[in-house]
């Protein structure tokens, strides 16, 4: 499932999803991300993510479990999981009993993403005051962690209270699935390097992806053997960078033909902040300016191969995410680019 830099570092494959809205039907959505997912389950890729949205066209998917549900009968060798579940919005209970059915519907290929949400609009739709979102967030994991380590469930805290509760289903894996965190804010590194726990960086230049994966090495290193971490199993957490990827036969016509495809995904993902009169993702619509810092890589086979590699060398990541299907690109180029990806990219520099 790895590749090697040229100095012999191990390099993981991922793949990460919104499951955007388009023109057609959400059942031919599912029907095409099914598709392409049986042919990555045959390929060299660790892992599929997906995000978790709701009202907001840029996802039809916003119940993790269910989607992934049908993922995992559809592959085999591929781990997946929601990158993240927005805790803020589930009763712990709940979903400790839902990640341990999606652990067994996998056979133990669930990776468990958790966070609390960025869109303040979006979490108060559903009565959550998203001032309190971060300490909801803290108890939530530590319920959820507990649920899915202990037989029996007791907690009393500032929003939840459990006692004397047995759960009848267990982790497949053991103790649970890995951990993951996606975030950009270089404050929460000492707290996922202390854990062990996997992570993934978007938005943002290789530079700045280098500093933060600098600092968590750093400390991984002091604390990779305190005992009570979070994931307790890695031996080696996950150091992700996500980019958006668009190949075609030429740099020219890829460029071309992502440009109304970017457009397409920053409407989509700006919607809910449009609705709350937010700026805050304006920036993303300039397409221009990302090709430049190689936020989003886009190209012919050959170049798409040499912006990816230097990201690799220049980020200090062990792994790489690729968004391959996005804004109105069609099933057939989405599929076109991963198999360009697969054959050209992914092998290792010789």
Request: glycine share 6%; net charge negative; with cysteine.
């Amino acid at each position: 499932m790895t590749s090697q830099t040229t100095d012999g570092k191990n390099i993981y494959w991922g793949i990460f999803d919104w499951v955007e809205w388009d023109e057609h039907s959400p059942s031919q959505i599912f029907d095409d991300r099914l598709k392409l997912l049986e042919y990555a389950d045959r390929r060299n890729f660790y892992a599929y993510h997906v995000a978790e949205h709701h009202t907001t066209p840029l996802s039809v998917a916003p119940s993790p479990a269910v989607y992934l549900s049908a993922v995992a009968q559809r592959t085999s060798t591929i781990r997946l999981g929601p990158l993240v579940y927005l805790l803020p919005l589930y009763n712990p209970l709940r979903l400790i009993q839902e990640v341990c059915m999606l652990d067994h519907l996998s056979r133990g290929r669930l990776e468990l993403g958790v966070g609390r949400g960025i869109v303040p609009f979006e979490v108060e739709r559903f009565g959550v005051d998203s001032s309190e979102g971060r300490a909801i967030f803290d108890e939530a994991l530590e319920v959820l962690l507990k649920g899915l380590t202990d037989e029996t469930l007791n907690h009393q805290g500032q929003f939840y209270n459990y006692e004397n509760i047995r759960f009848w289903v267990r982790p497949y894996q053991n103790p649970y699935p890995p951990i993951w965190y996606a975030s950009g804010n270089i404050e929460t590194v000492p707290w996922m390097a202390k854990n062990g726990i996997n992570t993934s960086h978007i938005f943002d230049t290789t530079a700045a992806t280098k500093k933060h994966f600098d600092l968590y090495q750093d400390i991984w290193r002091t604390h990779k053997g305190d005992p009570d971490r979070i994931n307790k199993g890695d031996s080696e957490p996950k150091q992700g960078l996500t980019r958006h990827i668009y190949i075609a036969p030429t740099s020219a016509e890829a460029q071309y033909e992502a440009r109304e495809a970017w457009k397409r995904w920053c409407d989509n993902i700006n919607y809910l902040w449009n609705i709350g009169q937010s700026d805050n993702l304006k920036y993303l619509y300039d397409y221009d300016a990302m090709l430049a810092d190689q936020k989003i890589i886009v190209g012919s086979p050959e170049s798409v191969r040499e912006q990816v590699w230097r990201a690799i060398e220049e980020s200090n990541i062990n792994y790489f995410m690729g968004v391959f299907a996005w804004g109105n690109i069609p099933h057939e180029k989405a599929m076109r680019t991963v198999k360009y990806f697969v054959e050209n990219v992914m092998p290792s520099p010789r």
